[in-house]
């Protein structure tokens, strides 16, 4: 990676330098970010997404050529800092009254999913003897809306840059995957459109899969599909603070009086978020639709930024002995959810 020496500069330069770094370091996040957004138009990378791209690209570009050392500041400003501005403004796609208005059992099944994501993933991984931080991540991604709750709880669990990084890269290839898995199967399975739609809402991983997937069945099962899938979205704050509870006591059991687990305060910002667009629309307080579509789609270009920011801090070489059992985890519980959730959609719908 290459470096800046400062011997030639001046103090005075050196200050002048260091906010001009920063912004270069995070204009290079956005620059990254717009590649990728127009790459994910073209036929066949519009499968994976923006934030898949941003994030291989950058691990891929990281390994051969690096990144100059004085823009490091921005790069982890937008893997830190607009990471959880996205996941603050993802709580407007969250519509609390919808899900209240269809009762309890949804997110019971949602917390039934998320349990059993995290169950199987921790359980194969524990088998595969595969690194638990790294399959925690995985587990928690599966169950609730991939990278993002990656990113959201990644802070809570104090898991490493490259571990976000990497768990939210492997979780974008096997959700993809099975996306179009399930697109594939969609004319072949004895499933009505909405049963398939609530299928798909309640296994695949990001948001993005669950339309994608969906799609196939037409209309009513990317509306089954994403309400089911907003059931898993809506436990992501009370799934974190749980998290946060676990990780105090294992630190006080271990004795660990100096470790601390800083409050997510922009989970709070995502609940409030999701009652704002909840309950403002036809209120004073409801938004122009221009601005509300600008906020709307900001998260994933905040994410892909993100990305950008996190994949610049992987090492593959250091991580490839490390990254094949999680995956190989997560792929068989991914598998299992599916078909366990399969079943019980075939039956009980």
């Excluded at 290839?173 to 898995?181: E, F, K």
Aim: glycine residues 8%.
């Amino acid at each position: 990676m290459s470096t800046l020496t400062h011997s030639t500069f001046t103090p005075k330069n050196k200050r002048f330098l260091q906010p001009l770094n920063w912004l270069c370091g995070l204009l290079l996040t956005a620059a990254v970010a717009t590649a990728a957004y127009e790459l994910a138009r073209l036929p066949g990378l519009d499968r994976l997404g923006q934030m898949a791209l941003a994030l291989t690209g950058t691990i891929i570009v990281r390994q051969f050529l690096g990144y100059p050392e004085r823009l490091r500041a921005g790069i982890q400003f937008a893997s830190k800092h607009l990471l959880r501005l996205a996941i603050v403004l993802c709580g407007l796609r969250l519509n609390i009254s919808l899900l209240l208005h269809q009762g309890p059992a949804l997110l019971l099944q949602g917390a039934v999913t998320i349990i059993l994501a995290v169950g199987l993933t921790l359980g194969i991984a524990r088998l595969l003897k595969a690194d638990a931080p790294l399959s925690l991540l995985l587990g928690i991604g599966t169950g609730i809306c991939g990278a993002a709750a990656i990113a959201a709880v990644s802070p809570i669990v104090k898991a490493r840059d490259e571990d976000t990084a990497v768990s939210a890269g492997l979780i974008a290839l096997i959700g993809t995957a099975a996306a179009i898995g399930y697109t594939v199967l969609q004319p072949l399975l004895p499933l009505t459109a909405g049963q398939y739609g609530i299928w798909s809402g309640l296994t695949l991983h990001e948001i993005a899969h669950v339309p994608l997937a969906a799609a196939a069945a037409g209309q009513d099962a990317i509306n089954a599909g994403l309400l089911a899938k907003l059931s898993r979205v809506l436990l992501l704050v009370p799934v974190s603070f749980i998290l946060m509870l676990i990780m105090k006591r294992r630190n006080k059991g271990n004795n660990a009086s100096g470790a601390t687990i800083a409050f997510p305060w922009f989970l709070l910002g995502f609940a409030a978020m999701s009652l704002f667009g909840s309950l403002s629309p036809g209120t004073p307080l409801e938004l122009p639709a221009h601005v509300t579509d600008q906020l709307l789609n900001a998260p994933s270009f905040l994410l892909a930024m993100a990305m950008v920011g996190l994949g610049l801090n992987v090492d593959l070489r250091a991580l490839k002995d490390k990254a094949l059992r999680p995956l190989a985890a997560m792929a068989a519980a991914t598998v299992l959810l599916s078909a366990a959730t399969y079943l019980l959609v075939h039956y009980v719908y």
